[in-house]
């Protein structure tokens, strides 16, 4: 398969963001997500009710590889999905509406089966990218995500890499409230055909 | 430069500077923050054109500020239309009011807060705590600093002047557990601590770095994760908004975001952009089920149409202070203002008055060497902004100088005063000197003498 220049690009600026990610074709995204939850060792799986990534098969590979799925919306409390008291360890999985090839930004649109949070609430966060939704700049980004005369998502999130934190003395650590790691899944589609 | 000390409101600003110089592990903190910044801003120099960017940020501000009224106009009637409710506070009693009074009409006990300088303008924490509300600061560095009892040392890291040890000591008195000094233990205490609250907050409270006209959404830009979780989990957000803060559109957006984390801390993106347009909609379920913006006035909008009105075009980057050899010198707890540095010396008086302690002092905490200008990203000429506000300044011991100085160039003027003047001079010092040196001079001149000696002739006895 050809590589697309704006993927290498977009995985390029992540690996600068200090997150990770990797193309693959639509066939094998299921099994790239769950090989990353392997490696960082979650045990639960936050997953919004998607249509895409049902079709992709993410949900139904990562339950019967043995990892704990929940959906989004969820009717746990608040309590368990920020994972106090005891929760396994858990990953979230969104599926970014764009993304930034410059600066490795995640555009992340709330809806009802998408919270606003659910990128922020788990250990690590697992981004499903379609590359066709792939931008050159931030600009591009934000008018595809804001259309002239068309309703806006309530909450829409740029994320660009693992929460971090330089509050104690200025030097970066990871993790301080969003996600502590960041990689994005990129499904080739037609244009990398 | 003269700082005067004339005031009776706490400690003077000569006090708090001396102090904060003074202070050895202080100084070593700043200098390593400053160090970093610097590198910082010349790798977005040479990779990602930030003096391009710049200029392009200039004209975008100039031209909000210039449109201001169109543009909040804008914002309140979209805001609205996503079904947020809109407050104008014509002052900062008046925007701490409206908050606290919505948290007592929605009989909330627990208000979690993301950092936000609007809030610390209108004191907010001190108005919520003092009606019995419990308030917690989630951002990591504004969290130590309510723990130590302490205000921030700067806009965008506020508890840039603490160690990791002070950190770890603070967080072991406020858990019981025994803590290492470890930076990654210790923020991952934090983080499950504010968990907590996360979960319990019936309010979350943000500030705004830009609100977009055109669609009505609040920017809220942050590194570590807590802003999303104060604006999307408790049952109501509250956004407190400096009126200033607007831009049009989604290219004026994009451009300003892009640039502020580059200005602030020499990175090319902030880690989270939480982008607000309303309340929570049918069938999701987070997300505040409220949505109030609370647009601050607090004298901004006087200043359009004024010669300060490019201190309205700050995006609070923080970049001027990291520059300023005095920021750099003393800190920002000396300033005494929740803005501190250059351009905390420019807006402190003109959003309060140049007739309180800090509103007078704060204009003559700089040395006019333009360092702040050269940092800024949206390019005010602070420095001269500062000239033009000491004009303004006007309590006794300026005019008193004011009066030395016209009867000094008046002296000056006329040749055979002059001579004079430089006759008498010369007796004087004749007269106090020993040995050739005076050693201890009287009344005011006796700070001069109290760092070195003066010769009583020229060249001077060895």
């Keep these: 398969m050809a590589a697309d220049p704006l993927t290498d690009r977009f995985i390029g600026a992540l690996a600068r963001r200090r997150a990770t990610g990797e193309a693959v074709a639509g066939a094998d995204c299921a099994d790239a997500c769950v090989a990353q939850l392997r490696e960082w060792g979650a045990q639960r799986a936050l997953v919004p009710d ?67 949070s659910l990128d922020a609430v788990g250990w690590w966060h697992l981004a499903v990218l379609a590359d066709d939704r792939i931008d050159g700049t931030l600009a591009e980004a934000l008018r595809a995500t804001y259309p002239p005369g068309a309703a806006a998502a309530s909450g829409v999130s740029l994320v660009s890499g693992p929460s971090r934190t330089s509050d104690v003395e200025k030097i970066t650590t990871y993790g301080a409230h969003g996600a502590l790691a960041e990689h994005v899944v990129v499904v080739r589609s037609s244009r990398s055909g | 430069m003269t ?32 160090a970093s910044w610097t590198a910082g801003r010349e790798k977005m120099r040479a990779e990602f054109g930030f003096d391009e960017m710049r200029d392009r940020a200039r004209e975008i501000r100039r031209d909000n500020i210039r449109r201001l009224p169109e543009l909040l106009d804008r914002l309140e009637e979209r805001v609205r239309a996503n079904g947020g409710v809109v407050y104008r506070a014509a002052d900062r009693d008046a925007a701490t009011r409206y908050v606290l009074d919505l948290a007592r009409a929605r009989g909330a006990r627990l208000v979690a807060k993301s950092k936000s300088m609007a809030t610390e303008e209108i004191k907010l924490n001190e108005a919520l705590e003092e009606a019995g509300l419990r308030v917690v600061e989630t951002d990591l560095g504004e969290w130590i600093l309510q723990l130590a009892g302490q205000r921030p040392s700067h806009i965008i890291a506020p508890a840039v002047h603490l160690n990791r040890t002070q950190v770890a000591e603070l967080f072991r008195a406020e858990s019981g557990e025994d803590l290492p000094d470890d930076r ?59 009126a200033e803060r607007v831009v049009a559109d989604w290219d004026e957006a994009a451009h300003i975001l892009q640039l502020l984390p580059m200005a602030a801390i020499g990175d090319d993106a902030s880690t989270y952009v939480n982008l607000v347009t309303g309340p929570r909609r049918d069938g999701e379920t987070d997300g505040p089920e409220e949505l109030h913006l609370v647009i601050l006035d607090g004298g901004r909008t006087a200043l359009r149409g004024t010669e300060f009105e490019e201190a309205l075009h700050c995006i609070r ?140 002739r020229w060249p001077p006895t060895p």
């Design chain 2, 3 to 34: 700082i005067p000390v004339t005031y009776d409101d706490g400690p003077p600003l000569r006090a708090r500077t001396q102090e904060a110089v003074a202070d050895d592990q202080l100084r070593a903190n700043l200098r390593s923050t400053a």
């Design chain 1, 50 to 116: 998607d249509l895409w990534l049902a079709e992709l098969r993410v949900p139904e590979t990562m339950a019967a590889a043995g990892f704990d799925v929940v959906m989004w919306p969820s009717d746990r409390g608040w309590r368990e999905l920020l994972g106090l008291d005891h929760a396994p360890p858990t990953c979230a999985v969104t599926v970014p509406v764009r993304a930034v090839a410059e600066r490795g930004t995640l555009v992340i649109a709330s809806s009802p089966t998408h919270g606003r």
């Design chain 2, 317 to 456: 980057c923080g970049a001027c202070l990291y520059s300023c050899p005095m920021w750099r010198t003393v800190g920002g707890q000396a300033y005494g203002s929740p803005y501190s540095g250059p351009i905390g010396a420019v807006i402190t008086p003109l959003l309060e008055g140049t007739s309180s302690p800090r509103g007078s002092e704060l204009p003559f905490l700089s040395s006019l060497c333009g360092a702040c200008h050269e940092a800024c990203p949206v390019g005010i000429p602070l420095h001269d902004l500062l000239v033009r506000i000491r004009g303004a300044v006007s309590t006794p011991v300026h005019r008193r100088e004011r009066r030395g100085a016209r009867i000094w160039a008046a002296a000056w003027r006329r040749p055979l005063v002059y001579r004079a003047g430089v006759r008498l001079t010369r007796l004087g010092l004749r007269v106090l000197g020993r040995d050739g040196w005076i050693t201890k001079l009287p009344g005011p001149a006796g700070r001069w003498t109290s760092q070195r000696d003066l010769p009583t």
């Design chain 2, 184 to 242: 990654e233990a210790l923020v991952a205490y934090a983080r499950r601590r504010l968990r907590e609250d996360f979960a319990a907050a019936d309010i979350g409270v943000s500030g705004v770095n830009l609100g977009v006209a055109d669609t009505g959404t609040l920017c809220v830009m942050e590194n570590e994760g807590n802003a999303r979780l104060v604006t999307a989990l408790p049952r109501i957000h509250v956004a407190v908004m400096g």
